[in-house]
């Protein structure tokens, strides 16, 4: 990751993911970190971590944890997330949702086509389907 990377990733992650992060951990309910895995984002598609990933998650989370048995699945389940970047080229294919001893990794293209990444209305299905 060179400088302009770097320094885009920190901007963001100063502007952007605390508020996200503070708002996720007051839905579920518990600390939750997120960590983003900025080495595999393209440049361009970095700006697109608040609005297009965070936000959806967020939103997401807020639509399980409505009630006490939806907040209760994600606390005992979910003890961190991760959310990696794939390239546009396929993404629609291999973009993923996956939760693996206690991590909710979310991997898909965050800047490209709409296809290439999840609403969050999927999050939210994929959620309750696998809590």
Request: glycine fraction near 6%; charge should be negative.
């Amino acid at each position: 990751m060179g400088l302009q990377e770097k320094k885009t990733a920190k901007a963001i992650e100063d502007q952007y993911v605390a508020e996200y992060q503070k708002e996720i951990n007051e839905i579920v309910g518990k600390e939750v970190p997120v960590t983003i895995n900025w080495d595999t984002f393209e440049l361009d598609f970095m700006k697109f971590v608040p609005s297009v990933c965070l936000q959806r998650l967020t939103d997401a989370f807020k639509e399980v944890c409505a009630d006490d048995m939806g907040k209760e699945a994600v606390q005992e389940t979910i003890n961190s997330v991760a959310v990696y970047c794939i390239p546009n080229e396929g993404a629609e294919e291999k973009k993923e949702l996956k939760i693996a001893d206690g991590v909710f990794s979310l991997t898909a293209c965050w800047g490209g086509h709409h296809s290439g990444y999840f609403p969050d209305i999927a999050i939210k299905e994929y959620l309750e389907n696998n809590l």
